[in-house]
């Protein structure tokens, strides 16, 4: 059945019109199929003015032949053009797209054909044989064209004429590339009569019987008898007419879950057709309040996925895809969620055979309706229900075979509305057996599920361990709830549809949101997000780098808010998402100074069998290692047991390392810096999500050696204000004596790069540092931190003194540098004391450049790692030995340079190049160990340039020594740093031991 309706005129609401096929299932099918894909003869035209080529199919003709067609361009919130809705500038590129289509000699006779378009942006007009046979929208959704008698043997020239803008645009303001053109398949089908229009095996599990169940609808008029065989559950079954079709119950069938994803291969076949299904038993429930699948609470620790590719954007690859999702279960994401839009077909089935849930999103956002508070939104104008209707349906329609599907979201932030309402009520009575998601519902009215993006760990709290009184903040718009909304709330699972934005370095303060998934009623959430959008762009020499917002060249954009996955755009993990992964891992450890481990399983469905536990014992020059076989540990369950480490060297070490081994799922290859043995310099454990010879690694835990007690506190005693007249060594600190260094030799002669070390408080500011208003790094750049200078007020044998300040300010530092000579090296002890009017500071600590002659040195230390960390940034790390080949191995500027590469904890530091330094922290010199970083550019250079590739030839090596470095947050789109991870101007010491 088709919906013959004319053509919608110029700037209406429709969402398509013409010889329009209602939406079904992505079904595999024997029916005969033709693939369009391939060389398309293209015209563009923008703004009067053609060009002609060929268009390859599917593909975005902003990302062919550099530039030629026209360029991409990146928003967040704002519409590229007058918000006028459902109007759109005359000045609209078009791309017309034509090819001859040649029907093979033996293609069926009788029954019908199609014409399927799996996604073009924005709208398209299909034209065959000078025929016109109707309009589509919805740029990401399935629409099929009855071609009725324009279909004829032999050639046939198909014409596509694709317009970048159309009312259909002000429904996906989504935050990504606007990226024009036929980038899905373009198919032709044929139906033949009698054939399966459309198959829906509702497959469901039931945990009271263990039962699966299995109800088959068909849509259409098949010829009967239609079979359905499933040779491995033993399932033959034939109906000879719609009365006889009656649900299946099917005793052997094992559930689904994205822990156990359980598939049988099912066909439904008539004599006219046949389908191949996979199927997965699986229920997924809301019973009081918990969110279950199969009968089983579930916690979803997932990410928010959109389709994306450097070069492709988001034309689908399927030996990508998989790449991808096998990266996501390396680093333990069991969940995704589709955002904004449905992905392509293909995705939904490597999820069902890998194992993740999936929130299936629908293609719907209208965030630029924001700026004149939401007047005329969507989500509220009856004239849009229609659209808004028909793209849910095709959202449900298309992917409801799917076991990995496992709820409905209606699109995101598009505040709310009757319109959203109705497609909330026509998903629960298509398909009441999957929740509905929706996170602008704040009053609950209509979703099943409470949904928030970017609360603080606070509001979280609001919602779960309280029992009334508001459920957000006074700022956010869900504080307005009644208080019986409220209630109504408090009755429906918690979820995090977006939280810790991982843009740039970070994200920090994951620990708490994790933390808060132990409540019953929280159903976990997905992180902002998995993958970088960035896009290659040429550059003037002829080479190739990453691209954001505005760097091609658009009036209006969002800069590289567009960069903020927890893989780059080339999928390279960051530490956020090693710190993540460790923190929601699936089974998790503790230890003790005992030796004694515990190892908790968090999965709900599947044992873990054959796990292995990895220990080390961890010393400053020796290492001891071992291996614990793990029983089979049942959903939920722990197990104890003592790791046999020798007592002695218990008590020498500096930390005990536990690590869970899955052998059944590989990791990724370890990266460069490795944890390496200090005896025999071999690598040994890698990080979370790589893998090992025994498996995989699961999760870390480390128990490490308190401080001792008699170390100096974190701010020295009797410290007070230096003058400048102070001798060096002053603040409390005599060289020779308990404060000072110990068996100092008057006139002993440290390196020059001691000499060298300087006050720094600077640090380039980080995506996060840039976030709210006003931020921290304007708070920085208001302090001119980064201009800070330095004079010499004392100079002696043993020390200098130095007083720092900054540009028209009475903000100082005054540091008092002391040395003196050991059997085995020169001994340093930096004593900073702030005074003045300081802002929290991004770091307290001292700096020196090293000079160009070390840019190729070799790196190892002692401390924490293997990833860059900061204080709020360390789940995943911990102590040990760890090397690298090369300053740059430490870190990757990202695609805008900023703050990036410190590890903390540090008790030793050894570079080796132009000859060999070695730094050994005091262990008693600090209540908490100090942190470093290298780097080849000063935290200016990295500041000024927006680029990578801006940034100038290095010309030197920083080493840093942090006292203090701050948190990193999540402010770019969140809360911001944690009080008790910032720096505070405060008196400091360092105290440290070189060697070279």
Not at 345 to 357: A, I
Not at 573 to 580: D, I, N, R, S, T
Request: charged share 25%.
């Amino acid at each position: 059945m088709t919906d013959t309706t004319t053509a919608p005129a110029k700037g209406d609401f429709a969402a398509a019109s013409g010889t329009i096929c209602p939406p079904r299932s992505h079904l595999a099918s024997d029916a005969r199929r033709l693939d369009l894909a391939g060389t398309w003869d293209f015209t563009l035209t923008t703004s009067g003015r053609s060009v002609t080529g060929t268009m390859p199919v599917p593909a975005h003709w902003v990302l062919q032949d550099d530039g030629r067609w026209g360029s991409p361009a990146y928003t967040n919130v704002s519409y590229p053009f007058p918000l006028d809705p459902p109007h759109v500038p005359d000045a609209n590129p078009t791309g017309h797209y034509r090819r001859t289509v040649t029907l093979p000699a033996d293609w069926p006779t009788g029954g019908s054909n199609r014409l399927r378009l799996l996604g073009v942006e924005s709208e398209a007009t299909v034209t065959l044989n000078g025929a016109v046979l109707g309009l589509t929208r919805g740029s990401r959704l399935t629409r099929e064209f009855d071609l009725g008698d324009a279909l004829r043997p032999g050639d046939n020239v198909l014409e596509i004429t694709v317009r970048q803008w159309s009312p259909g645009s002000y429904l996906e303001d989504q935050d990504q590339w606007w990226l024009p053109g036929i980038f899905r398949d373009v198919e032709l089908l044929h139906r033949p009569d009698g054939g399966l229009e459309d198959v829906w095996l509702r497959a469901d599990f039931d945990p009271a019987t263990g039962e699966g169940l299995l109800a088959p609808e068909f849509a259409g008029a098949p010829a009967w008898p239609v079979t359905l065989s499933c040779p491995e559950l033993g399932l033959q079954v034939a109906w000879d007419g719609p009365d006889d079709v009656a649900p299946l119950a099917v005793p052997g069938g094992e559930p689904w879950s994205a822990e156990t994803p359980r598939l049988y291969d099912v066909t439904v076949g008539n004599a006219a057709e046949t389908v191949a299904l996979r199927v997965g038993f699986r229920r997924s429930a809301i019973v009081d309040g918990v969110w279950q699948v199969n009968g089983r609470p579930v916690t979803l620790p997932g990410v928010n996925r959109h389709e994306t590719h450097p070069r492709r954007g988001r034309v689908f690859d399927e030996e990508a895809a998989r790449a991808d999702l096998a990266l996501m279960k390396a680093y333990n994401v069991n969940t995704i969620r589709t955002s904004h839009y449905p992905p392509h077909p293909r995705l939904l089935d490597l999820c069902d055979e890998v194992g993740l849930y999936v929130m299936l999103e629908n293609d719907y956002e209208t965030h630029g309706f924001e700026h004149i508070g939401w007047e005329g939104n969507p989500s509220s104008d009856p004239r849009w229900r229609d659209a808004l209707l028909d793209r849910m349906r095709r959202t449900v329609e298309r992917d409801k075979n799917h076991a990995s599907v496992i709820a409905w979201s209606l699109g995101n932030e598009a505040h709310t509305g009757p319109n959203l309402a109705a497609a909330a009520a026509w998903t629960r009575d298509r398909d009441p057996s999957r929740p509905i998601h929706y996170e602008g519902d704040h009053e609950a009215a209509y979703t099943d599920v409470y949904s928030r993006m970017y609360p603080t760990v606070e509001e979280v709290a609001l919602v779960l361990e309280h029992d009334a009184g508001p459920v957000a903040s006074p700022t956010h718009e869900a504080s307005r709830a009644s208080a019986e909304d409220a209630a109504r709330i408090r009755t429906q699972p918690y979820f995090l549809c977006e939280y810790v934005h991982a843009m740039g370095t970070g994200p920090g303060g994951i620990e708490g949101y994790v933390d808060a998934m132990a409540h019953p009623r929280h159903a976990g959430g997905c992180v902002w997000e998995w993958r970088d959008h960035a896009l290659e762009r040429l550059l003037p020499d002829g080479t190739r780098a990453f691209a954001y917002g505005g760097d091609f060249g658009e009036a209006v954009h969002d800069g590289n808010f567009v960069c903020d996955g927890l893989v780059n755009a080339v999928s390279r993990p960051g530490a956020g998402l090693v710190a993540w992964a460790n923190l929601v891992a699936p089974v998790v450890a503790s230890v003790d100074a005992a030796g004694v481990a515990e190892v908790r399983s968090r999965l709900a469905h599947a044992d873990i069998a054959d796990g292995l536990l990895r220990w080390e014992c961890v010393g400053a020059d020796r290492t001891l290692t071992g291996d614990v076989p793990l029983p089979r540990l049942a959903p939920g369950a722990s197990v104890t047991v003592s790791l046999g480490i020798d007592p002695d060297a218990l008590a020498a070490a500096d930390a005990v390392t536990v690590a869970v081994l899955d052998p059944r799922t590989p990791g990724i290859a370890p990266r460069e810096p490795r944890e390496i043995d200090p005896a025999t310099g071999e690598p040994r454990l890698p990080a979370v999500g790589e893998q090992t010879d025994a498996g995989r690694v699961v999760h870390v835990a480390q128990w490490v050696r308190p401080n001792d007690p008699g170390t100096t506190p974190e701010t020295p005693a009797g410290a007070r204000e230096a003058t400048p007249d102070t001798p060096a060594g002053a603040s409390g600190a005599t060289p020779g004596t308990a404060d000072g260094p110990a068996g100092a030799d008057a006139g002993a002669e440290p390196p020059a790069w001691v000499r060298a070390l300087r006050p720094v408080v600077f640090r380039a500011p980080t995506d996060n540092d840039r976030g709210h208003r006003p931020s921290d790094a304007d708070r920085w750049a208001d302090a001119r931190l980064d201009l800070l200078e330095h004079r010499v007020v004392g100079r002696n044998a043993t020390g200098i003194t130095l007083r720092s300040g900054v540009p028209d300010a009475a903000r100082r530092i005054d540091t008092h540098l002391t040395w003196a000579a050991t059997p085995d090296g020169v001994r340093v002890r930096a004593t900073m004391v702030p005074s003045g009017d300081w802002p929290t500071l991004p770091r307290l600590g001292l700096t020196v450049d090293l000079g160009p002659a070390w840019a190729e040195a070799a790196v190892r230390w002692y401390g924490l790692g293997p990833t860059e960390n900061y204080p709020d940034l360390a789940g995943g790390v911990r102590v040990g030995t760890f090397a690298a080949p090369g300053i740059d191995d430490l870190w990757a500027p990202e695609i805008r340079p900023q703050e990036a590469g410190h590890r903390g904890g540090l008790r030793r530091l050894t570079l080796e190049g132009a000859g060999r330094l070695e730094v050994e922290i005091d262990p008693h010199a600090e209540g908490r160990r100090p942190g470093f970083s290298l780097a080849r550019w000063t935290p200016q250079q990295l500041a000024a340039a927006p680029h990578a590739e801006d940034l100038p030839d290095p010309s030197g090596v920083w080493l840093t020594l942090d006292a203090r470095h701050a948190g990193i947050g999540t402010a770019s789109c969140g809360p911001a740093t944690d009080p008790q991870f910032r720096v505070a101007a405060e008196p400091v010491t360092l105290t440290f031991t070189v060697r070279g």
